[in-house]
Every structure is written in structure tokens, then in C-alpha cells.
């Protein structure tokens, strides 16, 4: 049976870097800085890229290919690099295709630490940007310009869940002859393909579902071997390198993904149905409720709905804060894609740095709550969501 043959499930499980004369069932961690080489023509060939190997681990690892080589896989993509972080990667899949006066297009829907590359980083090298509403197709083929070289959305956006059709905006980047990189964090590749899509790079912050324990810090960039090229040379003279050990519990991570975004989602979707029905919630945004604006292209691109639910409490900030105070059980925390379930105050904490009109520019209201529903039973999550709402 071929590698494109098997199920996701088979290919997260069994995908493994080649086994040792010690026959290990599961993969060791390869705690090493450095590599040897056989002889001179051997390291001579290996740093020419003649013939594939380790050299240093800043380069690559056998944890980190492992890790990589599945979410390849899983991902439809040809090529992966494996980064210490989720914003290490979103800065190297964007910073490694610019250069001084080119132009990015990007969805006004976005984690609030992207923003900042965006307006505060990427100007200091004469690289600019144009914000397009996440609604607005035709607004994306209008913002592309000579000097545009990519389109960067997210979708489902942080934190208000919108989606962008990943298929349509392909269109408008290969018309254009630009790049679009999708950051696919919250659907994580079990849910969504955007390179199966037309997608030309995605990327992930591993430390969120991929992990999906809250342990480590990691990120992923994912497209065709060539396109990554320019990433990997970013990447090798900056090293921005992921832990071996970090990987190797990324790759044993990628062994459940499947029944933990399974559990996830069921779990969320009964969470944002159940709000609806509380009075003291004023909108409830999980992109398979039919109320949602983009229910119909959510089914389309997605397997599942994902494990976010925002919702507005009625009140504005003082009464979202005091609901947040008031949770028992559920995690305060900005963080998401953890076992635990997570409720976070955005105005507040992840873009906070936003002004009032940027963030509701972006679907960020005073009272928005982001629920990253965990796997604890369900009806103990609602329990606690329904006490703070009460207080």
C-alpha cells in the first residue's frame, strides 16, 4: 500500500524515521547538537546538497523529519521545515519571500502577534501591506499590486471565526502570480487541506492542537519542495530550530490527533449550541451552527467545525471580564488546543495592543469570549460556563 493509499489515521501513526540495529518499536530521541560524517567527500557531498543527511540539528534532526515528514503527508505538501514556535514560522513564511518595497495582502482578521509583523516589523525593511476585510473577495483581487508577492489569511480567523474560501482566493493569487499562505492553526490538517485547495504554503503553530497538551512550543511550514526552498535558507543562517525532544513528542502527538479533534469538536459544537439557548449571550459564532454567516462554505472546506466557539456576553468589556473572573473549572489562559478547556477575554489579553476600532474592524467586540473547548466531559464545561454567566 502506497503513502497516498492510507487513511490520515495510518499515516500519523505509522510514518516513522527508519528504525536502528536496536529494532525499536518506538522512535528514540536523537539528543544531539552535530553529526559525523563518513569522510571528506561524504560531509563535502552533504553540504552541496549533493545526497540528503543530517549535519547539524539547527539544520535537521531525525525527531524533526519524523515530525515533519507526517505532517507533509497529512498536509498534502511536498516539503516541511519545523520551526521553535508558531511565530517563528508565520514570521519565516512571510519574511522569507519579501525584500525591501514589495507588498503583502492580507485578511484584516488576524492573530494579533501577525498584526504586529505586519504594521510594525516588516515596514522597518520597506515592506508594506494592505489590510482586506475578510468578507471582501473581490476586495483581495483589488488590493494585489506590481510589487505584491503574497496573500496571508487565516482561516477560521482568530478569534471570531470567520472563513475565507480557501479555492477562491487560490484563484486570485495564481492569476496574480503571488503566493497564498494560509496559517491553518485552528483547523489543523485533519480538518482542513488548504494546499489541496490551491494554498501555496501553509502553517501551523504546533503548540496548539498538533500538541494538543499545552507542553511544548513549536511551528510548521508546509508547500512544494521549490517554493520552500527560499524557507529553508531563511531558516538554516537565522535558526529558529525546534528542540529534537520537542519534536519527537509533536510526532507522538500526530499519533492521536485524529481522536482528540474528533472528541474536540463534537464537544464544541454542543458547547455553541447550548449558548445560544442562554439569555445572557448575545451572538454565538462556531462555523457549523447554521446561524453562522459562512455555514455552507465551512461544510465545504472542512471536515468538522474545530474546537473554537466565540461568543458575545451581554454587558460589554466589564461584564465579558466578569465572566471570565467567575469561571471555576475552565482554564484563564490565552492559549488554545490544550486538553483543558480555555476561555480567553481577546479585548483584554491576545489583542489588546489593537485600538477599539482595529479590533472591531476585525469582529472583536468588548464582551467576545474565545472558547477553546478541552476534553473534559461536556456537560461539566457547560456547567461552568453557565455559573459565570450566571454571576
Known amino acids: 500500500?502506497?503513502?497516498?493509499?492510507?487513511?490520515?489515521?495510518?499515516?500519523?501513526?505509522?510514518?516513522?524515521?527508519?528504525?536502528?540495529?536496536?529494532?525499536?518499536?518506538?522512535?528514540?530521541?536523537?539528543?544531539?547538537?552535530?553529526?559525523?560524517?563518513?569522510d571528506a567527500d561524504h560531509a563535502n557531498a552533504l553540504f552541496s546538497d549533493e545526497v540528503e543527511g543530517n549535519?547539524?540539528?539547527?539544520?535537521?534532526?531525525?525527531?524533526?523529519?519524523?515530525?515533519?515528514?507526517?505532517?507533509?503527508?497529512?498536509?498534502?505538501a511536498e516539503a516541511g521545515i519545523a520551526t521553535s514556535?508558531?511565530?517563528?514560522?508565520?514570521?519565516?513564511?512571510i519574511a522569507s519571500f519579501v525584500s525591501q518595497g514589495d507588498h503583502i495582502v492580507a485578511s484584516r482578521s488576524l492573530f494579533g502577534s501577525t498584526h504586529q509583523i505586519l504594521t510594525q516589523l516588516l515596514p522597518k525593511w520597506g515592506v508594506s501591506h494592505t489590510y482586506v476585510d475578510i468578507h471582501d473577495l473581490e476586495g483581495f483581487d483589488k488590493a494585489v499590486q506590481p510589487n505584491t508577492k503574497m496573500i496571508f489569511i487565516e482561516t477560521p480567523s482568530n478569534p471570531a471565526l470567520d472563513i475565507i474560501d480557501i479555492e477562491a482566493l487560490a484563484k486570485?493569487?495564481?492569476?496574480?502570480?503571488?503566493?497564498?499562505?494560509?496559517?491553518?492553526c485552528f483547523a489543523t490538517p485533519?480538518?482542513?487541506?488548504?494546499?489541496?485547495?490551491?494554498?501555496?504554503?501553509?502553517?501551523?503553530?504546533?503548540?496548539?492542537?498538533?500538541?494538543?497538551?499545552?507542553?511544548?512550543?513549536?511551528?510548521a511550514i508546509l508547500g512544494q519542495k521549490e517554493t520552500l526552498e527560499k524557507v529553508k535558507f531563511m531558516s538554516r543562517h537565522t535558526g529558529p530550530a525546534l528542540s529534537p525532544f520537542h519534536g519527537w513528542i509533536l510526532s507522538k502527538s500526530l499519533e492521536t490527533l485524529s481522536v482528540r479533534m474528533d472528541r474536540h469538536c463534537e464537544s464544541a459544537h454542543t458547547v455553541a449550541k447550548a449558548l445560544e439557548e442562554m439569555e445572557e449571550v448575545e451572538l454565538v459564532k462556531y462555523p457549523f451552527l447554521p446561524s453562522h454567516p459562512h455555514y455552507e462554505l465551512a461544510k465545504k472546506q472542512m471536515r468538522l467545525g474545530g474546537a473554537l466557539v466565540s461568543f458575545e456576553v451581554k454587558g460589554g468589556v466589564e461584564a465579558g471580564k466578569k465572566f471570565w473572573n467567575s469561571l471555576k473549572m475552565i482554564s484563564k489562559s490565552s492559549n488554545l488546543g490544550d486538553t483543558r478547556t480555555i476561555a480567553t477575554h481577546p479585548a483584554s489579553t491576545t489583542h489588546s495592543k489593537l485600538s477599539e476600532e482595529e479590533r472591531l474592524a476585525v469582529g472583536i467586540t468588548p464582551g467576545l469570549i474565545r472558547i477553546s473547548v478541552g476534553l473534559e466531559h461536556v456537560d461539566d464545561i457547560i456547567a461552568d460556563i453557565k455559573q459565570a454567566l450566571k454571576a
Open 172 to 184: 486570485i493569487a495564481n492569476k496574480h502570480g503571488v503566493l497564498l499562505n494560509v496559517d491553518n
Open 85 to 93: 514556535s508558531g511565530m517563528a514560522a508565520m514570521f519565516l513564511s
Open 1 to 38: 500500500m502506497s503513502q497516498e493509499e492510507k487513511n490520515f489515521e495510518t499515516i500519523a501513526v505509522r510514518q516513522q524515521t527508519q528504525r536502528s540495529h536496536n529494532r525499536e518499536h518506538s522512535v528514540p530521541i536523537y539528543a544531539t547538537s552535530s553529526f559525523t560524517f563518513e
Open 55 to 76: 549535519i547539524y540539528s539547527r539544520y535537521s534532526n531525525p525527531n524533526n523529519d519524523e515530525f515533519i515528514d507526517k505532517l507533509v503527508s497529512l498536509e498534502g
Open 190 to 219: 485533519y480538518l482542513q487541506n488548504p494546499i489541496k485547495l490551491g494554498a501555496h504554503i501553509v502553517t501551523h503553530s504546533a503548540t496548539k492542537f498538533i500538541d494538543g497538551q499545552g507542553r511544548v512550543l513549536a511551528g
